[in-house]
């Protein structure tokens, strides 16, 4: 077992799944979902690029749906 299948098996254990989904599908889920270069996280998950990875958060962290987003996801892991 990968560690994200830890994770999402820890995040459905608390009950948070639904919240996470909720928030997915919500309009800033959905504003940052269209500017997140999907291959190129993929890719750098997949290679292990923390650098890479911190580059695009702090991107989408620097507008405000990012903004707002991230602290619905604080509210909703608590």
């Known amino acids: 077992?990968?560690?994200f299948e830890?994770?999402?098996r820890?995040?459905?254990r608390q009950g948070k799944t639904e919240k996470l989904k909720n928030l997915a599908d919500s309009e800033e889920g959905?504003?940052?979902s269209r500017m997140i270069d999907a291959?190129?996280?993929q890719k750098a998950a997949r290679s292990g690029d923390a650098a890479a990875l911190k580059n695009i958060l702090s991107q989408v962290l620097s507008?405000?749906?990012g903004q707002r987003l991230a602290e619905s996801l604080k509210k909703a892991m608590e």
Do not use: R, Y
């Open 1 to 3: 077992m990968n560690e």
């Open 6 to 8: 830890k994770i999402g």
């Open 10 to 12: 820890e995040l459905q």
């Open 30 to 32: 959905k504003a940052v």
């Open 39 to 41: 291959e190129a996280v």
């Open 63 to 65: 507008t405000s749906e």
